[in-house]
């Protein structure tokens, strides 16, 4: 099955510092790859996904990248601030039949004012 | 905006009793999914669900856990008898399709706390 590993755990950044997380995945069939937000105590919510026949993609100050050949996709997010203080995870599906995602262990951000 | 909701918040049992974690997906969604997160770690997929029958399960969904869709807005995890390693935030999901780029909605999370 799909392995996803996701680095770093913890990133501490002063406020308007760019932060990046690495992510990669094991089962080159995966083609869609969402990233989630989960702020202490609340759901995960889907901030960007990029599908394997792209790239990058950009959302204002969040953008992923995707090397499919590496098998590696990375969030970017630019001038933090701290309210983008969470987690965040990663994740790494095949389409076709339910798409299950396979998540990331998640990197706790913290953006220092 | 529509969203997922899940009850109880917060579940508190005793080891070997049974739970039943409902939520109501959005309306217009046809895929139900369950999840788990134990604290501090990632979310696990238990469980879809779609057209009344299970479409995929994890190795942790085993024959202690069941879904059901009991009416036409519930969709429901029951623990058949529980064990300290359940205790977890356990989130619902539904999506309006399926496939590349369907995104999953979570509800809030059920927290169960098994003693």
């Known amino acids: 099955g799909e392995n996803v590993e996701q680095h770093p755990s913890t990133l501490s950044v002063q406020e308007g510092d760019s932060a990046v997380i690495k992510c990669t995945y094991s089962?080159?069939?995966?083609?869609?790859f969402p990233w989630y937000k989960q702020e202490l105590g609340k759901r995960p919510q889907l901030i960007i996904d990029i599908r394997s026949n792209v790239g990058e993609k950009k959302d204002q100050r969040i953008a992923v990248t995707l090397n499919k050949t590496a098998k590696h996709f990375s969030l970017h997010i630019t001038e933090t601030q701290p309210e983008d203080s969470a987690v965040y995870f990663c994740a790494a599906s095949i389409s076709g039949g339910s798409y299950i995602p396979t998540f990331g262990r998640g990197t706790s951000l913290i953006v220092h004012p | 905006e529509p969203e997922v909701t899940q009850t109880p918040s917060h579940q508190v049992t005793q080891m070997g009793q049974e739970v039943i974690l409902r939520c109501v997906p959005i309306s217009n969604h046809l895929y139900f999914y369950w999840y788990r997160q134990i604290l501090g770690q990632k979310v696990e997929f238990l469980v879809s669900?779609?057209?009344?029958?299970?479409?995929?399960k994890s190795e942790i969904f085993d024959d202690q856990f069941s879904v059901e869709r009991p009416d036409g807005s519930n969709f429901t995890l029951k623990i058949r008898s529980t064990k300290l390693e359940d205790s977890a935030m356990y989130f619902c999901a539904s999506s309006e399709a399926v496939g590349q780029g369907s995104e999953q909605y979570f509800g809030p999370g059920t927290r169960l706390t098994v003693t």
């Open positions: 669900f779609y057209n009344n029958e299970i479409s995929e």
């Open positions: 089962d080159s069939a995966s083609n869609y």
